[in-house]
């Protein structure tokens, strides 16, 4: 070969080699654009009963914590089961070339984020009640229930029982929230003493798995799926029918409210009255710092048993301690349910003059924070942020921990309520995925804060979370043993930390119904491993 023709050999290698380099780039570029492409065909070409949207999806990347905010690549507004079926199992077939994930979203109230997905799909829960009728079973049956789309929000199921006289056991405090969001975590109230929390309530569940099948699980039947999805944080199957324990309702209950001022009275009173065989029907507590005319509050709602003393009680500058509670009111027991409620308030020690009660239907007093929602939302104050801090406290740790926190972290009650009451441990099934504190008496501590409007420029979001941060460091360095309640949490490490010991099943039940990790990943729990071709 000449040395002219090793020349132009060597040009035409260098210029190929140039060549080959550019085409790879652009392909490198393109790939992710072709990826793209081949999704949204796929996902436009699923033939459902429901719609996929692709564009005006900002409501999905919003909640109610307002801190949040990923959008996603798409919502599935599903018309059946079978659409919501076919959605995860074409998501399941990509495998794990595919980054996509899928999170079920149901009336938007989670704090962190939980319900959004980054680029992913999700499936608007709310769309299966239009396809989907409630069923009451009372005749025929030993124990009355219901059946309901996950879909549905509680306040509708009330309304729905109520029509048989009936009603399901256990609540939230605030009812416009679906079945599939309070079961993906516990649903915990006053009445959650007695009846547990409303994962304690459920006698069987239709579920799917992240792979796509439709199963129903209960205590007998697919018992592993039925516990682990029961608290589960919505990581082994998006929860698309319950069935509801209900019991008979009451049309009126006797609501009473009345203070302390030392938080170990108020607690030890607490307990006795979740113990005793003969108690109220709801039992709750609040912390009220540094409220000012709190009685003349009352007064709106309540009527006090002493007027006279009452108008003499001041609260500014104080701590207190709110008990609330209830007494359903039967026909049957009209003429004994007065003696019966005095008898009980007679082995309390609460201060006196505090003693305020009204008597309410059922419904407006299992409703009552909605009549809040309402004021707020025509302030335009709804929709603030609400960073929320939820806490289970162990009954042998309560005392120190009220004694900082709301002795010196906490400066007043003023950017919501903060609620503290004590439930049995053995009301939880141990099965479930739910995660709480080792001991007999457990407390719930919710601060349910949100961020003002700042008129002197200071951020209020920033000065909640803040405290937020110092309670859970206390509890940290203090080892009081707390676990989150609707936790969040941004390593594995630090989820690993709050199921201890159930940590290793919680992981085997992931790589059994959700082995690709689609599900939830707003959850930051797992993340999904996506293969690089």
């Not at 939980?114 to 025929?140: C, F, K, T, W």
């Not at 002197?456 to 803040?466: A, Y």
Request: glycine content about 6%; aromatic content about 10%; some cysteine.
């Amino acid at each position: 070969m000449t040395c002219q023709s090793l020349v132009l050999t060597r040009k035409m290698n260098v210029l190929f080699v140039r060549s080959f380099t550019i085409l790879v780039l652009i392909w490198i570029v393109m790939k992710p654009e072709v990826c793209f492409s081949s999704v949204l065909s796929s996902l436009k070409a699923l033939h459902l009963q429901g719609y996929i949207t692709f564009e005006n999806n900002e409501f999905a990347s919003r909640d109610f914590g307002n801190q949040i905010h990923s959008h996603p690549l798409a919502v599935v507004h599903p018309k059946s089961v079978t659409d919501i079926s076919e959605i995860v199992t074409h998501i399941w077939q990509m495998g794990p070339a595919s980054e996509l994930t899928v999170a079920a979203r149901g009336h938007g109230h989670s704090l962190q984020g939980q319900a959004q997905v980054h680029g992913g799909v999700v499936i608007n829960m709310e769309s299966l009640p239009q396809d989907q009728e409630m069923q009451v079973y009372y005749r025929g049956v030993q124990f009355p229930y219901v059946d309901v789309s996950a879909g549905e929000l509680w306040i509708n199921i009330l309304h729905e029982t109520l029509k048989y006289g009936l009603a399901p056991k256990s609540w939230t405090d605030y009812l416009h929230l679906t079945v599939g969001g309070t079961l993906s975590n516990a649903g915990i109230s006053g009445q959650a003493f007695r009846h547990g929390p409303q994962i304690s309530n459920v006698r069987q569940l239709e579920v799917v798995t992240g792979k796509g099948e439709v199963l129903i699980c209960s205590q007998e039947q697919n018992a592993d799926l039925f516990h682990a999805v029961l608290g589960g944080l919505g990581q082994f199957g998006i929860i698309t029918r319950a069935r509801i324990s209900l019991e008979r309702a009451p049309k009126m209950v006797k609501w009473i409210r009345v203070l302390y001022s030392d938080f170990s009275t108020f607690a030890r009173d607490q307990e006795r009255l979740i113990s005793a065989l003969k108690t109220f029907d709801y039992i709750e507590g609040l912390v009220i710092k540094n409220k000012t005319g709190l009685l003349n509050n009352w007064r709106t709602s309540f009527d006090p048993q002493d007027p006279v003393q009452a108008s003499h009680f001041v609260s500014d500058g104080r701590t207190f301690y709110c008990l609330e509670l209830t007494k359903n009111l039967y026909p049957e027991k009209f003429d004994t349910v007065n003696q019966e409620i005095e008898d009980l308030l007679s082995q309390l020690s609460y201060i006196p003059s505090t003693l305020f009660m009204s008597e309410v239907p059922y419904i407006d007093f299992l409703d009552r924070v909605h009549a809040s929602e309402l004021i707020l939302r025509s302030k335009g104050l709804w929709d603030l942020p609400h960073p929320w801090l939820n806490l289970l406290v162990p009954k042998s740790k309560i005392q120190h921990f009220a004694n900082e926190v709301f002795g010196n972290i906490l400066s007043d009650t003023n950017n919501g309520p903060v609620l503290v009451y004590p439930i049995h441990k053995s009301k939880v099934d141990n099965r479930t995925s739910f995660v709480c504190p080792d001991e007999d008496i457990i407390y719930l501590v919710a601060f349910l804060s949100h961020a003002n409007p700042s008129s002197n420029g200071t951020d209020s979001l920033q000065h909640v979370l803040t405290q937020n941060k110092r309670i859970l460091d206390f509890c940290e360095v203090s080892h009081l043993g707390v676990k989150q309640y609707l936790p969040h949490y941004t390593t594995q490490e630090q989820w690993r930390t709050h199921f201890g010991p159930k940590w290793e099943v919680f992981v085997q039940r992931k790589s059994v119904y959700d082995p690709l990790a689609m599900l939830a990943p707003g959850q930051n729990i797992f993340q999904k491993a996506v293969s690089v071709s």
